[in-house]
């Protein structure tokens, strides 16, 4: 049976970092309540006009080079984010321009910080049903451009960067295993950017409400997330009759530390199975799977044969995973 798998990664992350200690000198924060509630110490952030289909494009540059591709071999670019370039085209088709990805059919997908898993598990299916052969998913975000740097809840959080996958087809037992997607939009209100669409089309009122900002009501949403990250967890081993000693290597989205070790003790999970590079990114929404695949396989930590699981929780709200035989 035909299976889509990774052949290779890419990322990017721009270039300024923005520190825990940059960040008390612009809201009433510290350092220590940070790094104490979220695990995050820095950031990166785009610099002035660099857009997420910029950051796409290196992340996406890197993922071909190693697998000896070139644009023109793509035959899909699916782009998960919510903060493209523009409302339309979509960043995909930008970003298809750029890769001179000339028979590559593009679209974008909006799924928040589940985005990355939502676009793997669309480009799994075309690739499944024989469509296309080779398929590139990216994740980018700059959502700094949408973060309101006067409220502290939300500006210490979040980050800029860009990751990206090849799928090939495959026959061999390396690949995809099986993606689980979810959603519950009873819950959209915990975490949005009101402003911008056709509930609040942009005006300068919308613009002085800041309603083109990220609202969330953090401590809610983590809740859930702790509660729906384990129970993905489980419905994910258990389709594939595995157990969590069986991972090698469990990525989750990089959101909250807090999250992400509640999660892993859930599952009794060992620290050290677990990529965590969220004190570097901070969270990079649809971006943060894929930076720290990349880094997971570009460092060694994940090797063939090994059974990887990937999991991201965000806006939505949504929530999705992915079962990997590396
Ligand atoms: N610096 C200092 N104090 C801060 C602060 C900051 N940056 N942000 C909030 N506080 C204060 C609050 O005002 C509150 O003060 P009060 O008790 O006097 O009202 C206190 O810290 C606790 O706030 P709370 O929101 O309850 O903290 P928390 O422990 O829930 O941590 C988050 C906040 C945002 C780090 C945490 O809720 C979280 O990560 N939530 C989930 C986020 C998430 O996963 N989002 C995206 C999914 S993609």
Known sequence: MVKARIIATGSYVPEKVLTNHDLEKMVDTSDEWITERSGIKERR???????????????????????????????????ATVSGDMPFPSTACLLQKRLDAKKAA?????????????????GESFIKSGAHK?????????????????DRTTCVLFGDGAGAVVLEAATGDSGILSTHLHSDGNLWELLNIPGGGSKNPPSKDTVKEGLHCIKMKGNETFKVAVRTLEALATETLKHNKLKPAQLTAFIPHQA???????????????????????DRYGNTSAASIPIALDEAVRTGRIRTGDYVLLEAFGGGLTWASALIRW
């Open 45 to 79: 952030i785009a610099a002035k006009g660099q857009t997420a289909s910029d950051l796409a494009c290196e992340a996406s540059k890197a993922a071909l080079k190693q697998a000896g591709l070139k644009g023109g071999d793509i035959d899909m670019i699916i782009v």
């Open 106 to 122: 593009g679209f974008d997908v909006n799924a928040a910080c589940s985005g990355f898993l939502y676009a793997l598990s669309v």
């Open 134 to 150: 080779r398929v590139l998913v990216v994740g980018t975000e700059v959502l700094s451009k949408f973060v309101d740097w006067e």
């Open 256 to 278: 909250n530390l807090r999250i992400i070790k509640a999660t892993a003790e859930r599952l009794s999970l060992p620290m050290d199975k677990v990529v965590v590079n969220l």
